[in-house]
């Protein structure tokens, strides 16, 4: 599969990242609105946790008094991922899998699926958005936060313009009603550089597709840098205060 040795040989890195409680970028910029999205959890609701990676939201769900299961196709990552659980039980199941076959997930068993920053690394994003609407309940929900669709396409970037004492910053977007695969760095600290695929949909292909898939949008976030990230001085948090970088998605399975 597309990227799967790229993952493989980020899993260390990216388990140091993120940590129990998820980068600086995730802590202050993404996860406020996902989890504003995803609110108090009745005790025991029953989470599927797709693209989990090392289980920091799974965990923290859990914590909270859910019933999670974390789901992703990296082997390694998944490692570090129960042994996180192994030194601090909290009753997260991890499996792997590929998004768009969760074998072992019964259909219409859960009430909530999370996916955190995972839906546009996946390249068969319908067959995943399908087998979501699979597993969920009449009534279930989806969370999930993405890039932005229409503001961080995979072919786009930053411009800023200068006059006396005015600065203005654009967004540069092009190629936005390509379905298209791009791939994004990381600088690992050894200062190599990995690249990873990732799937540009335009918006209207996100919401066609969940309706394919009996679900249908019933809110959406746009998240704007908290304090503590304008506090911590973070690239761009200034310019993502006018211009997001991602959207979250709530939506809701249809049916009886």
């Avoid at 599927?48 to 799974?58: A, K, Q, T, V």
């Avoid at 390694?76 to 076959?101: N, S």
Wanted: aromatic share 8%; hydrophobic share 40%; glycine share 12%.
């Amino acid at each position: 599969m597309a990227g799967e040795a790229e993952w493989e040989s980020l899993a260390e890195y990216y388990d140091e990242k993120m940590g129990e409680a998820g980068d600086l970028w995730h802590r202050t910029l993404i996860d406020p609105g996902l989890f504003e999205l995803i609110g108090e959890l009745p005790k025991g609701t029953r989470v599927l946790d797709l693209g989990c990676g090392n289980g920091y939201i799974s965990r923290i769900l859990a914590r909270a008094g859910a019933s999670v299961v974390g789901v992703d196709r990296g082997r390694r990552i998944l490692e570090l991922a129960r042994g996180r659980e192994a030194k601090d039980p909290l009753g997260v199941t991890y499996l792997q899998a590929d998004a768009v076959h969760i074998a072992g997930i019964g259909s219409g068993s859960v009430e909530v699926v999370v996916a955190n920053m995972s839906l546009m690394d996946i390249a068969e994003g319908a067959g995943a958005l399908r087998e979501i609407g699979r597993v969920l309940r009449p009534g279930g929900r989806l969370v999930a936060s993405i890039a932005h669709p229409c503001f961080d396409t995979g072919r786009a970037g930053w411009a800023v313009e200068r006059f006396e004492f005015t600065t203005t910053i654009y967004r540069k977007v092009t190629a936005y009603r390509e379905v298209a695969e791009s791939t994004g760095p990381w600088r690992l600290k050894d200062g190599t550089t990995l690249r990873t695929p990732f799937y540009h949909r335009p918006l209207s292909w996100y919401a066609e597709e969940l309706l394919n898939s009996g679900l249908l949008i019933r809110r959406l976030r746009e998240p704007t840098p908290t304090p503590e990230m304008v506090g911590e001085g973070a690239t761009q948090a200034g310019w993502i205060r006018e211009i997001p970088l991602h959207l979250v998605i709530e939506a809701v399975r249809t049916g009886a």
